[in-house]
């Protein structure tokens, strides 16, 4: 016979279950553990087999449990139990199982009473249980016997305090009748992990075997030394029974008949014996899934909600329908173009935060990569001289010239003006990359159509190349018409007078003095570790020094460092480090910063440190010479120069300078609106005006929107989904009214447990005198034998905080009708009883005096 109760429960889990596994997820219900814990053949084992509804437990005297047993029960439709020690056999045979579990338990701990906290892991599946996990635990003990260890007390509390620990598992303090309740090792260790008592429920077991004229009916009334949760009696099997092969179906019939018919409990029958037990534990687990409804509703409405817009679309769709298509291709090839537009020009929705894309790649290339590439091919100044005195040579021929000549000066410009067809270029390259990355960024969202995706990226593509080729022939022109003319009359231009009265400038003109060009961190890379280390730090650039603080307040300066002489060199990264190096130096072999000849610096990526390259040069600091352009400079300084070459090659250098500097700015200005006006608006526009003719004509209309095989699935991935979770909530929704949640039951005063230390009460007996004979009215109670009774005076009943030692005769009131049934008293540490013709609530003084009834 299975637990009544559990199979009623079964049905609802699995309707949960069922309904959660459509949507692809677990309902983790995490229903609790119940753990049976108790002395020595207190009748644990027999209480956990009984909800189990199964005979497979190894009995017998003394110690019998020696190993915790984790018996998990799973549903399943099939009934057969796997130990986890040997999983491939199944056992269906149940005496099997518990001649595996005695084997086992000699095998880890002999056959002399050892015991072993390793515990034994037992499944059973069947088709009567739930998924729940039941702990049967050795008997608390303290005389070592056999081969127990002297601490065995200890060692088996401590095994029991890991089981019952867990704030899910339900406690069954079982203890048998036969012995001192309040010496109960069982219910001592509950209440030190359970104060409030919310989870322990007294089990008392041996009710038959108590002493002839005794009972345990103030115990189980829940009078004397109170639990929270109260007690429920039951009767086990004997031994002898479960060596006649007595079955469950027999010995809880067996049961009900004792409890009917003994005069002391036929009166409260209906809330003792194992189905009432089962019916409690249930009620437990009940509450604890209907605790956990809120939470898996609220997830259940948040994931619908998320579905809601997506599957609004699908509610209609017919997939052939060429309306459909046609309005799709419209709809994707405009949000295409859209979605193109904002990438390019910036947008304030959907923003990247995590890296620069589109517009701001580009806005990147033309203001800090294509200026630094622009600047690192004119600062050449030793090739630079050289090439000005040979030209100036070439010029005068065999004569030696008395002027400086001003075609030295145009034959150095112009070829000059030749190097900035690269870097130019370059500058191309690198925005049509950009511009083909944000085309496949835009066409991910065409991903449901996988022709329409591919025809798109290679119409747009291809119409970009063609516009690469206008735009390098323009740019190309660019510096073709402004070497065709070299414009000496420009406003800007220095002109012969000024360059022979200026003096030698190794550097550019700087910006404005105290103008801060940059801010940003920046690590200090080559600092050793006897000095701190690598370390962070807030770098402010000015046109006249770079200054470092502690941080971005600006208040705690570390150093400022002059710009001149200063250089840029790269520097390879470290094997271990992520991070990308440059360094800054002094050209007059001068320390930098303390003791140093050069100070890395270090940033996360190769773009940060592209831009703080880009802002140095704005502050005219340069990056170094090739090694070997530097040797081939040194050999070219041995030849020496006439003084008055000398003073034509500066006049002429200066000159150049300026005329490179016009050139330079122009081109910096006309790059952007070349590339702008022939390549990206001229591409805006084909997006928006033309694709849409060049989709129609690359393919028909049906195969461009064609659906890919993962769309089809994740559409009806979503409808199902969809279906299932209003399914699923319409569930929930049935076990919440079909179900009752049981209120906790208020506290009692379980002080007891405290001061079981202290002082010891006797076993809960009292005569069998106290109660009636069944053929006697049980109305009819008259003094009852024993030791002398006390009289208690009016006023001494206040004076009881706590309820009377059990070894002493303690003061009982007399009812009117001496009725033995009487509600229990409210408060468990007044003696008095309350007489049923007053009102439970409205006795607040004490009442009359009257003969005492003994305990025993």
């Known amino acids: 016979m299975g637990n009544r109760g559990m199979e009623e429960l079964i049905p609802l889990v699995n309707k949960l279950q069922d309904a959660f596994s459509s949507i692809g997820q677990s309902c983790h219900l995490d229903l609790p553990q119940i753990a049976v814990v108790g002395g020595q053949s207190a009748g644990k084992s027999s209480v956990l087999e009984n909800f189990v509804g199964r005979d497979f437990l190894p009995r017998g005297s003394g110690i019998v449990t020696r190993r915790p047993l984790i018996l998990q029960l799973i549903f399943s439709k099939t009934e057969y139990a796997e130990f986890l020690h040997c999983k491939s056999k199944k056992f269906t045979d149940f005496d099997e199982v518990r001649q595996e579990i005695e084997a086992e338990t000699d095998r880890v701990t002999g056959t002399n009473k050892g015991i ?91 009710l038959d075997l108590m002493d002839e004229g005794t009972d345990a009916r103030d115990v189980l009334e829940n009078k004397l030394l109170p639990l929270r949760r109260g007690y429920i009696g039951v009767v086990n099997r004997s031994q002898k029974d479960i060596e006649g092969k007595k079955d469950i179906r027999a010995a809880l019939a067996a049961e009900r008949k004792f409890f009917l018919s ?14 009432h037990l089962q019916k409690t534990l249930n009620q437990q687990l009940t509450n604890h899934i209907r605790e956990s409804l809120p939470a898996l509703r609220s997830k259940l409405q948040s994931q619908l909600l998320s579905l809601e817009k997506e599957v609004e679309e699908y509610k209609n769709f017919r997939p052939d329908d060429p309306t459909r298509k046609t309005k799709a291709l419209l709809q994707m090839v405009q949000q295409f173009g859209v979605d193109f537009e904002k990438r390019i020009e910036g947008s304030g929705d959907q923003v990247d935060t995590l890296e620069l894309s589109g517009g701001a790649r580009i806005n990147r290339i033309f203001h800090e990569r294509f200026p630094f590439e622009l600047v690192k091919m004119e600062f050449d100044e030793k090739d630079l001289r050289r090439e000005i005195s040979y030209a100036i040579k070439n010029i005068h021929g065999v004569r030696t010239g008395l002027f400086t000549p001003d075609l030295a000066f145009e034959a150095i410009v112009k070829k000059q003006v030749v190097k900035l067809k690269e870097p130019c270029l ?46 390098k022939d323009q740019i190309l022109l660019l510096i073709d018409i402004e070497q065709s003319y070299i414009n000496t009359n420009h406003e800007d231009f220095i002109g012969f007078a000024n360059a022979q009265q200026r003096n030698t400038q190794l550097n550019k003109k700087r910006a404005i003095p105290n103008q801060v060009i940059r801010r940003g961190w920046l690590t200090i890379n080559n600092i050793s570790l006897m000095k701190g280390g690598s370390k962070e730090y807030w770098f402010v650039l000015t046109a006249e020094s770079l200054s470092w603080y502690k941080d971005e307040e600006e208040k705690e300066k570390k150093y400022m460092l002059p710009l001149d002489n200063l250089k840029i060199r790269d520097v390879e990264k470290g094997f271990m480090s992520n991070k990308h190096v440059f360094a800054i130096f002094n050209t007059e072999q001068r320390n930098v910063y303390k003791d140093l000849r050069q100070i890395e610096l270090a940033c996360d990526s190769q773009e940060d440190v592209d831009s703080w390259k880009a802002s140095f040069l704005r502050a005219g600091v340069y990056p170094e010479k090739d090694q070997a352009e530097n040797e081939d400079g040194v050999q070219e300084n041995t030849f020496s120069m006439d003084p008055q070459l000398e003073r034509q090659v500066e006049t002429i250098r200066n000159l150049v300078d300026s005329y490179v500097a016009i050139i330079n700015k122009s081109i910096r200005d006309l790059m952007p609106k070349t590339i702008m006006h022939l390549m990206i608006n001229n591409t805006k526009a084909f997006i928006h005006h033309e694709l849409l003719a060049y989709l129609y004509s690359s393919a028909d209309q049906s195969s461009l929107m064609e659906e890919s095989a993962d769309q089809a699935q994740r559409r009806d991935d979503m409808l199902r989904m969809y279906h299932a979770l209003k399914e699923a909530l319409n569930i929930i929704g049935d076990i919440s009214t079909s179900t009752v949640s049981t209120p906790v039951p208020p506290p009692v005063d379980d002080t007891w447990l405290q001061s079981a230390a202290s002082h010891s009460p006797t076993p809960q007996r009292r005569p069998v005198s106290s109660v009636h004979p069944p053929g006697r009215p049980p109305a009819v109670r008259g003094p009852t034998p024993g030791p002398p009774l006390i009289p208690v005076p009016v006023g001494a009943a206040a004076s009881f905080a706590a309820p009377p030692i059990p070894s002493r005769p303690g003061p009982q009131s007399v009812f009117a009708n001496n009725d033995p049934f009487s509600a229990p008293p409210q408060i468990p540490s007044r003696p008095a009883r309350i007489p049923p013709s007053i009102p439970p609530g409205v006795p607040r003084r004490p009442p009359p005096s009257a003969p005492a009834r003994p305990f025993f």
């Open 262 to 275: 003994h005069p002391a409990y036929r009166h409260m029958a209906d809330r003792m014996g194992t189905p």
């Open 116 to 206: 072993s906290p390793v515990p034994i892991n037992l499944r059973v599946y069947s088709p009567h249980v739930l998924n729940l996990t039941l702990i049967d635990l050795p008997g608390i003990t303290k005389v070592p016997v056999g081969d127990q260890p002297p601490d065995i007390e200890y060692q088996i509390k401590d095994m029991i305090l890991q089981f019952i620990s867990r704030e899910s598992s339900l406690i069954l303090a079982v203890t048998p009748a036969n012995m001192d309740l309040a010496n109960s090792d069982a219910l001592k260790l509950a209440k030190e992990v359970d104060p409030q008592g919310l989870r322990t429920i007294g089990v008392i077991t041996k």
């Open 426 to 471: 370059k500058c191309v390259d690198l925005v049509i990359q950009e511009l083909i990355n944000t085309v496949r960024q835009c066409t991910s969202k065409l991903s449901s159509y996988p022709r329409l995706r591919e025809e798109t990226e290679r119409i747009v593509t291809t119409y970009i190349r063609e516009r690469e080729g206008r735009t």
